[in-house]
């Protein structure tokens, strides 16, 4: 039961590169989701998707792209990285179907993707 | 615009001690609220949510938290701190008619002997 998979765990970037963070869960959570982590600002909603072929802006979506390549996989692009990006990245998943009372209501998170950009 | 509050980004108790993070919340509408953990270069985990169902919820290894309406508070308490308890803790609230959380800035707590 592996629950939501972020690769690659670390990486590199040097101003100006592209990458792509890869998310995919295996819980058949229709809403997925991506935030960035910095200290003293928590954690900030970059996108989110709550279904497959939709994708929509979180608090702070500039500089990324998302794309929801089926319902099991939610990517995240950083086009050309700039040293602001520098931050620990968590996609997470839900399940909008299920009422909020319900025990199983909630967000399961990936372990991160710790992004430096130099 | 929904949005939580925590105050004090750290708390240092001594092992034993009780335990108080705090967390207010703005809604215009009835909230769902959350409170996960982060243990060190780890992902959040739940450690309970409030659905407007029972005021006092109780959550994972030992923690609780109260839904105080009147004071717009959901704080996060635990009668005795255990060393494993050091982590950052996040209150968050869940924007209406959406499944997006809204976190709060968190709270590192930390344990001493």
């Known amino acids: 039961n592996a629950g939501v998979t972020q690769t690659p765990k670390f990486q590199v970037l040097k101003t100006g590169q592209s990458m792509t963070l890869q998310c995919a869960q295996d819980?058949?959570?229709?809403?997925m989701y991506w935030y960035r982590q910095d200290p003293g600002m928590g954690l900030r909603l970059i996108y989110y998707?709550?279904?497959?072929?939709?994708?929509d802006k979180g608090e702070v979506p500039n500089g990324y792209n998302v794309s929801r390549l089926n319902k099991r996989e939610f990517s995240l692009r950083l086009e050309s990285a700039a040293p602001s990006q520098t931050s620990v990245y968590f996609c997470?998943?839900?399940?909008?179907?299920?009422?909020?009372?319900?025990?199983?209501?909630?967000?399961?998170f990936g372990s991160g993707t710790r992004l430096t950009v130099v | 615009a929904q949005s939580v509050t925590q105050l004090g980004s750290h708390v240092s108790v001594s092992e034993g001690a009780l335990v108080l993070l705090r967390c207010n919340y703005s809604?215009?509408?009835?909230?769902?609220l959350f409170w996960y953990v982060q243990y060190p270069n780890q992902g959040l985990q739940l450690l309970l949510k409030?659905?407007?169902?029972?005021?006092l919820v109780k959550g994972i290894n030992g923690f609780e938290a109260e839904f105080k309406k009147s004071e717009t508070s959901f704080h996060l308490t635990k009668p005795s701190a255990h060393m494993s308890d050091a982590a950052e803790y996040f209150c968050a609230v869940r924007v209406y008619n959406t499944d997006k959380l809204i976190f709060g800035t968190g709270t590192r707590l930390q344990v001493f002997p």
């Open positions: 997470a998943s839900s399940d909008i179907g299920r009422a909020v009372g319900s025990q199983k209501y909630g967000y399961t």
């Open positions: 998707s709550a279904s497959e072929g939709t994708t």
């Open positions: 809604s215009s509408v009835p909230p769902y």
């Open positions: 409030y659905t407007s169902a029972a005021t």
């Open positions: 819980m058949n959570h229709n809403s």
